[in-house]
């Protein structure tokens, strides 16, 4: 949540293979503009990339603000990851949900990877731009010190200002017409280290953020990130300490022909979201 040359491997869009003098592989050219001549074209999406980054650096900012000392470590957990230990348990999801958290898992590694992937759809959920949803977001995800600390930088980050760059009013509202995007889907987890009490889970994801409508400016783009949680058991839940994100691992574009913005929007509004457990 990229400049043709950055996203399309080096100017011209030509990415080598091997050393010198081997086959070069000519990469898909850009997709032209999904949203036709509306869009200003003197614009890069060099300025989504500002703009995403402020999100991203607004998470990490408040991260280190609040940060904690590390997690002790489980250190039977420190061994590379399996093909088994990444596959799906056929544990049943939760059916409980608080502030639109899913809630109720389990004490244990696969309940703290599916608590996390979880907190990382909520936090990357529209509901994060707007002042009362972000709220029950935060007291929901974050322990009670946590959220208490960061929600009044959250609402100063998240001015006005900043959310006219995406497009929204100052409540946080699409104009007329056309449909903010900003999606978290995670893509699968991994545990740093476990204990009964504490957990430090990666999710890797990919994401949706920008404007679909006939006057947007910013098209939907994706990107690819690992967010990674501090949890902490409290009460019968999972509650996050602390979290921070780092960019990839991210695999070559697709050639898959881009949408217009009429069909972005109407998959945005007919497809859910889900409850993730391994």
Request: glycine fraction near 12%.
């Amino acid at each position: 949540m990229s400049n043709d040359d950055d996203q399309y491997g080096g100017a011209g869009g030509y990415g080598e293979v091997g050393g010198t003098g081997q086959t070069r592989t000519r990469l898909p050219d850009p997709p032209a503009d999904p949203y036709g001549p509306v869009r200003r074209t003197p614009r890069t999406s060099r300025s989504l990339i500002t703009v995403v980054g402020v999100v991203v650096l607004l998470i990490a900012a408040i991260a280190f603000a609040n940060s904690t000392p590390d997690t002790p470590s489980d250190p039977a957990s420190d061994k590379p990851p399996t093909d088994s230990s990444t596959a799906a348990s056929g544990t049943n999801p939760v059916t409980g949900k608080s502030a639109g958290i899913p809630k109720g898992f389990a004490q244990d590694e696969q309940g703290a990877q599916s608590a996390a992937a979880n907190f990382a759809v909520a936090l990357g959920s529209d509901g994060m731009f707007k002042k009362n949803s972000r709220h029950a977001l935060v007291d929901g995800i974050y322990t009670p010190d946590v959220a208490a600390r960061i929600k009044g930088p959250q609402d100063e980050a998240y001015s006005a200002d900043f959310l006219a760059k995406l497009g929204l009013d100052a409540n946080g509202n699409a104009p007329q017409g056309s449909t903010f995007v900003t999606r978290t889907v995670p893509i699968g987890t991994r545990v740093e280290s476990y204990t009964p009490t504490t957990a430090k889970i990666a999710v890797w994801y990919t994401g949706l953020i920008g404007m679909s409508g006939p006057q947007s400016t910013d098209p939907v783009r994706t990107l690819w990130k690992t967010w990674t949680f501090e949890l902490i058991w409290i009460g019968e839940g999972w509650r996050v300490l602390d979290d921070t994100q780092q960019d990839g691992p991210a695999p070559v574009p697709g050639d898959v022909p881009v949408s217009t913005s009429d069909d972005m929007s109407k998959a945005i509004k007919e497809f859910g979201g889900f409850t993730y457990a391994r």
